[in-house]
């Protein structure tokens, strides 16, 4: 992908995750591959990028990680 049409694909989008335009410091949004095959997945902003990354882009930890909160958010 070119610098135009990163351009252009950012500025038509939002974060695949959140729906953010921006991250939280104003920056554009990361275009997220899949690091095996080098595919593009969409655009996700920097927390949504880091955090998948934190899990290893594993999607059975992360459902995990999504019924861990679930259960326990505002439990005290």
């Not at 070119?2 to 953010?20: M, N, Q």
């Not at 920056?27 to 591959?33: F, G, I, N, Q, T």
């Not at 459902?63 to 505002?74: I, P, Q, S, T």
């Amino acid at each position: 992908m070119g610098w135009e049409e990163y351009l252009e694909f950012i500025s038509t989008g939002s974060c695949d995750i959140c729906g953010k335009t921006k991250d939280e410091n104003g920056r554009e949004l990361s275009v997220d591959h899949d690091h095996q095959s080098g595919r593009v997945r969409g655009l996700l902003c920097d927390l949504c990028n880091k955090g998948l990354g934190m899990f290893v882009d594993n999607p059975e930890l992360l459902d995990v990680a999504a019924k861990y909160l679930r259960e326990r958010v505002n439990q005290w």
